[in-house]
């Protein structure tokens, strides 16, 4: 397994290896002992699976205000994303910075995402499908987003009309809200 700090070093791009043959391939795509070699010790307590049947789907920007911050482990099983991961532990040397990547069923490759960071995705695919580890259970009182088009992030979203739910549609802008994560609390 191939392990690579990005831009903002607390996110990880993680490449399984694959072994195949003519009836198809094995992968493992999660090793507690192998993500706890780079640093990766998150104690996964759900799986989420989402589908977006249309190219262009923005989903995001979510987080979990503390304490049950999420921190995730996102890989496409079919067709193909731009993954968003945008810094917002208040104090942190990258706040409002993100890293993009693009995730598919293609090149295998998983982003792992730590509490603080908000997350988002878009569509590159009709049919995509995205699995996600997380380590804290879903919860609806802290449930949280931000814009996905602050002018703010300056993130490059290669949509011109996107398809967006009615809660992405009205997410604040960064600068809009209290800090999710204060000095000190991450």
């Known amino acids: 397994m191939k392990a690579e700090r990005l831009a903002i070093p607390d996110l990880i791009l993680i490449e399984p290896a694959r072994f195949g043959d003519d009836r198809g391939f094995f992968s493992e795509v999660w090793s507690r002992r192998t993500l706890a070699a780079h640093g990766i010790t998150a104690d996964f307590v759900q799986d989420n699976h989402s589908l977006s049947r249309q190219k262009g789907v923005v989903r995001g920007l979510h987080f979990q205000r503390p304490p049950t911050a999420q921190a995730k482990l996102v890989r496409v099983v ?98 809009d809200i209290a800090p999710p994560f204060p000095k000190g609390s991450w």
């Open 78 to 175: 079919r067709g193909s994303i731009l993954d968003i991961a945008v810094d917002i532990r208040e104090g942190s040397p990258t706040y409002g910075q993100h890293v993009a990547c693009e995730l598919s069923a293609a090149n295998w490759q998983q982003l792992w995402i730590p509490a603080g960071f908000a997350h988002g995705f878009v569509t590159l695919e009709e049919d995509t499908e995205v699995l996600y580890k997380v380590d804290a259970y879903y919860d609806r009182a802290t449930d949280a987003g931000i814009a996905w088009n602050d002018p703010a992030l300056a993130i490059d979203w290669p949509v011109d009309n996107p398809i967006l739910s009615d809660k992405d549609r009205k997410a604040p802008r960064l600068a």
